[in-house]
């Protein structure tokens, strides 16, 4: 657990941190953001201290770590910079047994160390042990970057921005691998990022700070729910979710165009109209229009050629709603159910549309991401 | 040819051994010193800016005025001729020691130190290395000099590759003259493949490209 007491930090007539006070529980990936100067990479390094606070005390399971040895604290913390930072002049290897071998373990250790660190992120140590870093892809270079931080399995680790500078997709992938190691190893993570998207996807805390104060704690849902200021709900963008357009009912996200057919229909017809439209399965409806049921081409292949009409083929197995169902019930019938959707209807028992997984998708991200409805 | 070599053969090999005892001498203690001094200046670049300047002043003052001042004071002995070689061969080595470490991406630098290392471990084991390839070049640069400037000796009659250069040039006996010039030639080629040796040896091929 590492926690802050009056911490403050000031550059010349810049005040940096002022006054900070909180608690970072052990065993949690806690995000800090902000927007740039807003004080969270200094934050970070006053816990290595990289960075030494004017004032204030910061302790580490109970110890003020002022009163520690500057270069032993550090070598029981992990670290991972923005830039990287592996030592070009040293193999993946070397790089890996940096703090191992500062601490002195012996030889065979941090060998052992070396492959079950690589084999954690999939880099078979034949392959990869004996590269320098320059031989890596960036992606590659910061998975070893992180597996440095944790060779000597510190408590704690420390994360500036580890991914400002990778691709997207990299990046993604990255983020998933540390918040995997992290649950693994039950680490305490700090993690610095200005990016939104990241702290939401690896963060159980989110401390979002400006102008070197801390606005707000709090967990990643209650800051989507109760973001404590306007600052936060910008930075947040599109991830607050505007709960007016939510879908409510079935009627918000059906899709209105079926294709139906009348279950006194012959069984080529229905085949032809299945191939035309490239669907396995047609919605039947009675002659009074009202729904009978569906019918699938599997059924069609396994008993057509006995019948003339689909009447017989046609089945009740797919759920059913009315359109002003509640738009969460329907979404539970969906993904319970056998069907591959659900079937929507009007109050006289006509077919209003049908709901399928991905208009579910679809409605969430309009929601979620402001996209209009067409 | 071959009466030449008669004549001056034994003459030649102990000048071609002489003058490399002056090289390598000199040039090893200008790099003992030059990369303590250059260190000392990257930890400190403020004072660097004021001593670097004035040494390559220093550097400008010709070797034949430098020697003969020298000569004054230690009297004629191999003393002498190392000492002004040393002299000439730190300011290469102590430039490039000190640009190489200064250069040293901050980046590294902070790795080190968030890792746990001392100053003492992140120099060893980090900055210098990296800063090796700007220091080899310096040394290469120092050594090829000095074997040019070694042909000074002879001008307080210290032997080496020079006697035969100066006779040549008194006597107006241009096959002396080229006796003395080729093997200075060929050392100073020699000394820079060595120095190419060295490098391979000390710096992994996958940074020597990104090395100055």
Redesign the interface.
């Known amino acids: 657990m590492i926690r802050f007491e009056h911490v403050s930090k000031s550059y010349g007539d810049s005040l940096i941190l002022n006054d900070l006070s909180f608690e970072i529980k052990a065993g949690e990936l806690t995000v800090l953001i902000g927007p740039s100067g807003c004080g969270k990479t200094t934050t970070l390094k006053t816990i290595?201290r990289?960075i030494e606070p004017d004032s204030g005390k910061i302790f580490i399971d109970g110890q003020d770590i002022s009163k520690t040895d500057k270069?032993?604290?550090?070598?029981?913390i992990g670290?991972v910079?923005q830039?990287?930072?592996?030592?070009?002049?040293m193999?993946v290897e070397k790089n890996i047994c940096?703090?191992p071998k500062?601490l002195q373990y012996d030889k065979d250790k941090c060998n052992e160390i070396v492959h079950e660190m690589l084999e954690l992120v999939d880099m078979p140590y034949e392959d990869y042990a004996h590269?320098?870093?320059?031989?890596l892809s960036g992606g590659q270079q910061q998975r070893i970057g992180v597996l440095?931080a944790l060779a000597a399995s510190p408590p704690i680790v420390?994360m500036d921005e580890p991914f400002g500078a990778l691709d997207p997709m990299t990046r993604t992938l990255l983020q998933d691998e540390v918040v995997r190691l992290q649950r693994k190893f039950k680490k305490t993570i700090v993690f610095v990022t200005h990016d939104m998207d990241e702290a939401f996807n690896m963060s159980d805390k989110i401390i979002f700070m400006n102008k070197g104060n801390i606005i707000q704690i709090a967990t990643p849902e209650e800051m989507l729910a109760n973001p404590a200021d306007n600052l936060i709900r910008n930075f947040m963008g599109s991830h607050s979710i505007d709960r007016e357009a939510l879908p409510q009912t079935a009627s918000d996200f059906m899709h209105t165009k079926v294709y139906t057919s009348y279950k006194t229909r012959g069984i080529r017809e229905a085949i032809d109209l299945m191939a035309r439209k490239s669907i396995d399965t047609l919605v039947v409806k009675n002659p009074d229009d009202t729904y009978a049921g569906t019918v699938s081409i599997k059924a069609i292949r396994e008993q057509g050629r006995t019948y003339s009409t689909i009447e017989p083929l046609v089945m009740q197995n797919y759920e059913v709603s009315y359109v002003d169902a509640d738009a969460q019930e329907c979404f539970e019938k969906l993904l319970n159910g056998e069907g591959s959707y659900l079937v929507v209807l009007n109050h006289d028992d006509t077919i209003a549309g049908i709901v399928t997984k991905t208009s579910i998708a679809k409605s969430l991200a309009d929601a979620v991401w402001g996209g209009n409805n067409e | 040819m071959s009466k030449f070599f008669l004549l001056y053969g034994e003459k030649l090999i102990i000048a071609i051994g002489t003058h490399f005892a002056y090289v390598v001498f000199s040039v090893a203690i200008a790099f003992i010193i030059a990369v303590v001094l250059g260190t000392l200046l990257s930890r400190k670049p403020n004072w660097a800016n004021s001593i670097i300047p004035l040494i390559s002043v220093f550097q400008t003052i010709p070797g034949i005025v430098f020697i003969g001042i020298l000569f004054l004071y230690l009297g004629m002995k191999p003393g002498t001729i190392i000492t002004a070689l040393s002299i000439y061969a730190i300011f290469p080595i102590l430039k490039n020691t000190y640009v190489g470490l200064v250069e040293v991406p901050e980046q590294y630098k902070e790795a080190a130190r968030g890792c746990g290392m001392s100053s003492m471990q992140s120099f060893f084991k980090v900055e210098f290395p990296l800063a090796l390839p700007s220091v080899i070049n310096g040394l290469r640069i120092s050594t090829v000099y000095t074997v040019s400037w070694a042909v000074l000796s002879a001008m307080i009659g210290l032997g080496g590759l020079g006697d035969f250069i100066y006779s040549g040039v008194s006597s107006n006996n241009n096959t002396l003259i080229i006796a003395g010039a080729i093997p200075a030639a060929i050392m100073a080629v020699v000394f820079s493949r060595l120095i190419d040796l060295l490098q391979k040896l000390l710096i992994p091929k996958q940074i020597r490209r990104s090395g100055k």
């Open positions: 290595n990289l270069v032993s604290l550090r070598r029981s670290y910079i830039q990287i930072g592996l030592f070009p002049n193999t940096v703090v500062l590269k320098y870093p320059s031989e440095r420390l």
